[in-house]
Each structure stands twice: as C-alpha cells, then as structure tokens.
Nanobody, 124 residues
Framework: QVQLVESGGGLVQAGDSLRLSCAASGRTFSSYAMTWFRQAPGKEREFVAAISGTNAITSYGDSVKGRFTISRDNAKDTMYLQMNSLKPEDTAVYYC?????????????????WGQGTQVTVSS
C-alpha cells in the first residue's frame, strides 16, 4: 500500500512559478513510476508528466514541455513538479500517482495509487 500526499498548490499570477510536492509512504518508493495528472472543471483528466522508477526517465505532456520539470528524491520518498511560466490554462487540480508501471508511463491506468489533489490557480 502506498499513500500519496500532494502539497504546494496555490493562487499565482501568469508567468509565476510553483513547485508541487508529492510525499509517498511505503518501502519501495524508488521502484514506482510516478506521475502528475491534472483536471480542470468540465475537462477530462490530462497527463502532465511522469518519471520512471528505476532510471528516472521522464515524459511530459505537450502543453507543459519546456515549462514544467518533474523530479524525484528517493531518499525523501518525494516527487516534485517545478512549474515555470504558468499560464491561466494551467489552472486545475493536480494529482500525483504511483505504480509499478510496465508499459507506457503516460497512461493513467498504469498507476495504482493516487493522492487527493492540490489546487493550482493561475490568474491572468
């Protein structure tokens, strides 16, 4: 069992930066692929970024490439999402996920555990 707790969301202005954190409990954090998805009101859940467990390979959604950076600190059982140059369209609830993903790390159905989400609001 893995429990995930997101933090770091808030209200910022366009162009600002935020760093989200996802703290995980469990003995095998380093083995899990980790991901961030987001969901805005009235929209489908959207892939943001993912990082594999073994060799920290990263993948990003097209809308955030070049602006967001995903990373992990296995010693702290924590994953991060550095978000720069934020835009109003980045406004959403951001969820972190974890799982022993054997296929595409960009697919939500590969992740077994999810956090409760943290709200990010970007004003124009």
């Amino acid at each position: 069992q893995v429990q995930l707790v997101e933090s770091g969301g808030g209200l910022v202005q366009a162009g600002d930066s935020l760093r989200l954190s996802c703290a995980a409990s469990g003995r095998t954090f380093s083995s899990y692929a980790m991901t961030w998805f987001r969901q805005a009101p009235g929209k489908e859940r959207e892939f943001v970024a993912a990082i594999s467990g073994t060799n920290a390979i990263t993948s990003y959604g097209d809308s955030v490439k070049g602006r967001f950076t995903i990373s992990r600190d296995n010693a702290k059982d924590t994953m991060y999402l550095q978000m720069n140059s934020l835009k109003p369209e980045d406004t959403a609830v951001y969820y972190c996920g974890a799982g022993l993903v054997y296929g595409d790390i960009r697919r939500a159905n590969g992740y077994n555990y999810w956090g409760q989400g943290t709200q990010v609001t970007v004003s124009s």
